[in-house]
Nanobody, 127 residues
């Protein structure tokens, strides 16, 4: 099974930026879509962003469009989430995940469409 480790979280003031990284072990993830999800206190885990296996087919939840950017470097087996103009509402534990389907052409955004998950990294945005 693939192992995922998120990093880059922390505490920032509103309007600040963070860049999250998700490092995967091995090379399996290069043929799979990758996603970022987040879970705030008292809320369900929600989709944030995804990127296709080849680096295209990106998608974002409405609340982060224009502020967050997902990217990947398959040579490094790593996925990133650049978060700008952070808001207190972005406070959550952020998780990266590997899509279930080999070279999937569909932009899937449901938790159930992702198979492997990292341990999460905390992002706290203060006002």
């Amino acid at each position: 099974q693939v192992q995922l480790v998120e990093s880059g979280g922390g505490s920032v003031q509103a309007g600040g930026s963070l860049r999250l990284s998700c490092a995967a072990s091995g090379r399996t993830v290069n043929n799979y879509a990758m996603g970022w999800f987040r879970q705030a206190l008292g809320k369900e885990r929600e989709f944030v962003a995804r990127i296709g296996w080849s680096g295209g087919n990106t998608a974002y939840t409405d609340s982060v469009k224009g502020r967050f950017t997902i990217s990947r470097d398959n040579a490094k087996n790593t996925v990133y989430l650049q978060m700008n103009s952070l808001k207190p509402e972005d406070t959550a534990v952020y998780y990266c995940a590997v899509g279930r389907y080999f070279r999937d052409l569909v932009a899937r955004s449901s938790v159930g469409d992702y198979e492997y998950w990292g341990q999460g990294t905390q992002v706290t945005v203060s006002s």
